[in-house]
């Protein structure tokens, strides 16, 4: 059986990252079997479309690289669906009413072994009720053009959301009444976001563009999403798009549902941050960087920040102060007590002397000066790190002395000694 899959969103909003979620496993498994990754966009409720999420859901799956292997749209196939309402109608396995072709429910029972549970899942059809299949305006309900679609494309496998279940006992009833084949279910268990609720926007869940805006790397986002319900084995976190094709399988999708934990999101994304090349996160910067800053100084920068970052955006919260004037607050309190920044007046005038501005020439002035002058060297350490970033928290001290040049930095403690 040649495997076929299909993502099948609706433009009806901008895809979270649970929906994208879905349309990875869908193309994992794929890519896995040798099969086909098909994109169907299912703009047949007309009332609900929203202008900018068909543009959204290219732009989605083109940035991630999960490119489809056919596309189809469903409002350019109303023709198609029509024709298998008048088949149904004709073998009385429907009726009109109301302007509107309703599917009758038969009697017996509906069931299906899920692929990603392994269970048998059954519905007494007597709970079911009859259901429109195509509206009065002449468009397919989901049910009708989901189920002629899916058979019409050759789909061997359905992989979606669990909150489908309730509807596929339909599905497969249309199935039956066409007497066709159906595919395989396979219902992945949903994400959850905070509190354990369904992930929503007001439980936290955001899309994939909203994620690349706020400075996440796309390795980062597929990483992290594919580890939302499966299990590779073993203790294995970091994969590439390569391993995961070769590892994926559905029987290896959990059960319970995953949480989206944005912490290890970010875990994620600072790795595959520290582990670009300085050019090749220098590249990836080049959306997020001031229109002002020297790019220059941005790539001698690069190293000493590069460790502190878990996105793309923490660039410029790090390296501010390389690029533009400081405000330094003369009350910084260091070990419960007030930072005394005239302390290091005379380090300026050292530290002018000095003929290069290598970093490790730059420390043994400043540590020379901390021995004759029997200070606190954290303390002074502190002082100057206040006294030309303005933060308590910065890159390494020395390295970024010698980076932020002579001038500059004499200019800072001369300033803030005088605070």
Known sequence: MMIRVRIAPSPTGIPHIGNTRTALFNFLFARAKGGKFILRIEDTDRKR???????????ILDWLGLKPDEKYIQSERLGIYKKHARELLAKK???????????????????????VSNKKISFKNENLQDFVIL????????????????????????????????????????????RWRQPVFAHLPVVLGRGRLKLSKRT?????????NKGYLKEALLNYMVLLGWNPGGNR???????????????????????????????????????LTDSELFERLKPFINNHYDLNLVKKTIPLVKERMKTLLDYETNADFFFKEIKVSPKVIFRG????????????????????????EIERVVNAFIIKNKLDKQRVYMQIRVGITG?????????????????????????????
């Open 204 to 212: 936290g869940a955001e899309s994939v563009l909203y994620y690349r």
């Open 49 to 59: 479309l929203v202008s900018s999420s068909l543009s959204a859901i290219y732009e």
């Open 237 to 275: 976190e970091i994969m590439s798009m390569e391993e995961m094709i070769k590892l994926f399988r559905l029987e290896d999708i959990n059960t319970a549902p995953p949480i989206f934990d944005i912490d290890k999101l970010n875990w994620f994304n600072g790795y595959y941050i520290r582990n």
């Open 337 to 360: 007590e007030l930072l005394n920044f005239e302390e290091i007046k005379p380090l300026a005038e050292e530290l002018e002397k000095l003929e290069g501005w290598e970093s490790e």
């Open 391 to 419: 933060s308590t928290a910065t890159p390494p001290l020395f390295e970024t002395i010698e980076v932020l040049g002579k001038e500059k930095t004499i200019r800072r403690l001369k300033k803030t000694s005088n605070l």
């Open 93 to 115: 396995l429907a009726y009109e009413k109301e302007g509107a072709v309703w599917f009758k429910i038969t009697a017996g029972q509906t069931h299906w072994l899920d692929a």
């Open 135 to 178: 509206k009065s305006d002449g468009f397919p309900t989901y049910h009708l053009a989901n189920v002629v679609d899916d058979y019409l494309m050759a789909i061997s496998h359905v992989i979606r959301g669990d909150e489908w279940i309730s509807s596929t006992p339909k599905h497969i009833l249309l199935y039956r009444a066409f």
